[in-house]
C-alpha cells in the first residue's frame, strides 16, 4: 500500500485532473464488463426440473456450488438448492407459449387418430391406445423401429403393424412401414396388407404429415386393392392440450366410388403419461357429405 501511494501520489501532485480521469476510465470499464457479463448469463431461458417434479422456467441470475437462483415470470426470484435439481436445460422460444408456458414434447406425437407419421417411436416409448372398438398396442424395438398390434375386443380381425423411421434433415423425417390382418378366428381365410410410406415436416409439437399406400384385402374366392392417401397433423397450443387433425381418403378407381373421413379434434393430457383425444368423423361418399357426424374417442396410455 505505502508502494503505491509513492508512485500515485507524485503523479496526482503534478497531474490531478489526468490521475482522475484515469481511475474513471478503469471503474468505468469494469462496471461496463460486469454489466455484459449479466446480460449474458440473464438472456438466455432454462428451465429447472426439481428432484419432486417441480418446474421452473425463467432466466438464471446467479449460480454457485450450493445453489441456483432463478427469476420467473409468476414466482420472481427462486432459490433452488442445487443437490434438488434433475435436470437444468436451455429452452428454445419455439418451446414456450404465448402465455409464458413451456410446451414440453408430445409423447404420442407420432399417432394422430387413424394414421401414424414418419417420427420416430423412440426406445422405451411404448403405449396402448385405447378405442371404444378396442385397443391399438405400439411397441418400440429401437429408436427408429416399432412394431404393434391392434384389434376389436371381440379379436376380429387381427392387425399386425410395422413401422421403421429415418431422419431426412432438420425438422423432416420419413418412414415405411406395413399393416398385414387376417380376420382371425371368425374368417381366417380374410387377408389384408397395407404397405405405406410417410413424409412428415415439424417436430413432436407441431407437424404436418402427408402420406399414402396401397390396401390390399382378399378372401378364398376373389381380392382387391385401393391407393389409400392422408394428410395429417397436430399443434400443441399448451402444456397439456393440443388440436389434432387427420384424414382418410381413398380415391375412386374404375368403378369403384371415392371414400374419405376427415377427423378435427383435441387432444389433453389427463395425468402423467396419460391422454384423452376427442373428435369428430365427417364422411365423405363419392364426393357428398353425409348425414350426421360420427364421434371418436380414445385414450392414450404409456406403459
Not at 10 to 28: E, G, N, Y
Not at 139 to 163: C, E, L, N, Q, R
Not at 221 to 237: F, H, N, P, W, Y
Request: positive net charge; charged residues 15%; aromatic residues 12%.
Amino acid at each position: 500500500m505505502k508502494i503505491i501511494r509513492f508512485i500515485l501520489y507524485p503523479l496526482f501532485k503534478s497531474h490531478p485532473v489526468i490521475l482522475t480521469l484515469l481511475v474513471f476510465l478503469i471503474c468505468s470499464g469494469n462496471a461496463v464488463a460486469q454489466v455484459d457479463t449479466t446480460k449474458t448469463l440473464t438472456s438466455k431461458i432454462y428451465l429447472i426440473t426439481t428432484a419432486e417434479g417441480n418446474e421452473f422456467l425463467g432466466t438464471i441470475v446467479y449460480q454457485d456450488a450450493k445453489e441456483v437462483i432463478i427469476e420467473t415470470k409468476n414466482m420472481g426470484k427462486v432459490s433452488i438448492p442445487k443437490f434438488q435439481i434433475k435436470e437444468l436445460k436451455e429452452v428454445q422460444s419455439k418451446e414456450i407459449s404465448a402465455g409464458g408456458e413451456y410446451i414440453p414434447e408430445q409423447r404420442f406425437a407420432t399417432r394422430y387418430f387413424i394414421t401414424t407419421n414418419g417420427l420416430p417411436l423412440e426406445k422405451g416409448e411404448n403405449y396402448v391406445l385405447w378405442n371404444i372398438y378396442g385397443p391399438d398396442m405400439q411397441f418400440s424395438i429401437s429408436d427408429h423401429f416399432g412394431v404393434g398390434i391392434m384389434t376389436s375386443w371381440v379379436g376380429i380381425p387381427i392387425i399386425g403393424t410395422a413401422k421403421y423411421s429415418f431422419n431426412l434433415g432438420k425438422n423432416t423425417n420419413m418412414a415405411i412401414g406395413t399393416l398385414l390382418g387376417t380376420g382371425s378366428w371368425s374368417n381366417p381365410e380374410f387377408g389384408l396388407v397395407v404397405p405405406f410410406t410417410a413424409l412428415t415436416f415439424g417436430d413432436r409439437r407441431t407437424n404436418i404429415n402427408f402420406s399414402g399406400g396401397y390396401g390390399a384385402v382378399w378372401t378364398k374366392d376373389k381380392s382387391e386393392g385401393r391407393a389409400l392417401l392422408s394428410i395429417a397433423g397436430m399443434a400443441t397450443v399448451s402444456k397439456k392440450a393440443s388440436l389434432v387433425f387427420d384424414s382418410f381418403i381413398i380415391p375412386s378407381s374404375g368403378s369403384s366410388k371415392s371414400f374419405a373421413l376427415f377427423i378435427p379434434g383435441i387432444r389433453i393430457q389427463t395425468s402423467k403419461g396419460k391422454f384423452f383425444q376427442y373428435g369428430f368423423a365427417a364422411m365423405l361418399d363419392d364426393g357428398k357429405m353425409q348425414s350426421g357426424i360420427f364421434p371418436m374417442i380414445q385414450w392414450f396410455q404409456k406403459f
